[in-house]
């Protein structure tokens, strides 16, 4: 049963602490996407990857979050420092090479006290 | 600005009835859209999908419609069950891009038994 993980499920921070956010895509899948989900934006897209090379991050404050490939079966997203105002779930897809659809993982979720 | 639009945040239909979900889009380059569901505490699940070279896509219950012209696209469920109650996400891309979903806000769709 092919899914996208993601760890940790939830984690609980105090502001100015580094947090780092790990994804697991499917096998096979060459695409990788960051996306965050608060209330008031909805999903939005924070990083993209294409055979582990970065192809769009302008979605993401450059000065405090990274996200990064380091091989084919692990994706991060790293904030440092922390904000309360990065209090959201994060949600990691992938997809197959030339594909539409995107699978998704079932989140991080991220409380900055 | 919001390229993708869903300006019903919420949709109650009883068990057996169509529910409609309907969503907006602006950007005149989206050639692809998709419909995703989303229970609580989990990632979102693609649904259905259309091009732009149709206007009709239909899977079992579930049926796209497209609306280039008005750049408007409605999910239709028939019938509704109490399990379809979730949160339904429209996203577009653009083919001539690099496949990025741009989402909308979700509207919370319960099927009441």
């Known amino acids: 049963d092919a899914r996208v993980t993601q760890t940790p499920r939830h984690k609980v921070t105090e502001m100015g602490q580094e947090v780092t956010m790990r994804c697991q895509p499917i096998l096979g899948h060459n695409t990788v996407f960051w996306y965050r989900q608060t209330m008031m934006q909805g999903l939005e897209l924070l990083a993209y990857f294409r055979n582990r090379a970065p192809l769009d991050d302008s979605g993401m404050p450059k000065d405090r979050f990274s996200a990064e490939m380091p091989d084919a079966t692990l994706a991060t997203l790293k904030i440092q420092p922390s904000e309360p105002r990065d209090s959201a779930v994060y949600f990691c897809?992938?997809?197959?090479?030339?594909?539409?659809?995107?699978?998704f993982g079932p989140g991080t979720r991220l409380t900055v006290l | 600005d919001q390229q993708v639009k869903q300006n019903s945040p919420s949709l109650s239909v009883q068990e057996g009835r169509i529910s409609i979900l309907n969503c907006d889009y602006t950007n005149s380059m989206f050639d692809y859209f998709l419909w995703y569901k989303k229970y609580p505490a989990e990632g979102p699940t693609f649904l259905i999908s259309i091009s732009s070279i149709k206007d009709k896509n239909e899977d079992g219950r579930f049926t796209v419609f497209l609306n280039k012209s008005a750049k408007h696209l409605s999910l239709h469920i028939v019938p509704s069950q109490p399990g379809d109650s979730a949160v339904y996400f429209c996203a577009a891309f653009s083919s001539g891009s690099a496949r990025q979903l741009t989402f909308g806000s979700g509207t919370q769709l319960t099927v009441l038994p």
């Open positions: 897809a992938s997809g197959f090479p030339g594909g539409n659809e995107q699978f």
